[in-house]
């Protein structure tokens, strides 16, 4: 099972090569419909991540 920052790290490239790689995310200025499927994986395991390092403390 994959630590949450490998996650986390994971999910930030998988999002960042998509917005930069998208022609619609280009054309229109906005996020498509896999951006943000793909920001909200990002989102929930920087959670994830910040749930695992206050339970540490």
């Known amino acids: 099972m ?3 920052e490998d996650t986390l790290l994971e999910t ?3 999002y960042e090569q998509h917005a930069h790689t998208c022609r619609q995310c ?3 200025g ?3 419909p ?3 499927l ?3 994986a990002y989102n ?3 959670r994830e991540q910040m749930r695992a390092g206050s339970a540490v403390r």
């Open 38 to 40: 793909l920001l909200r």
């Open 34 to 36: 896999v951006s943000k």
């Open 2 to 4: 994959p630590s949450p």
């Open 12 to 14: 930030r490239a998988a």
């Open 26 to 28: 280009h054309a229109d």
């Open 30 to 32: 906005t996020p498509c």
């Open 44 to 46: 929930n395991a920087r």
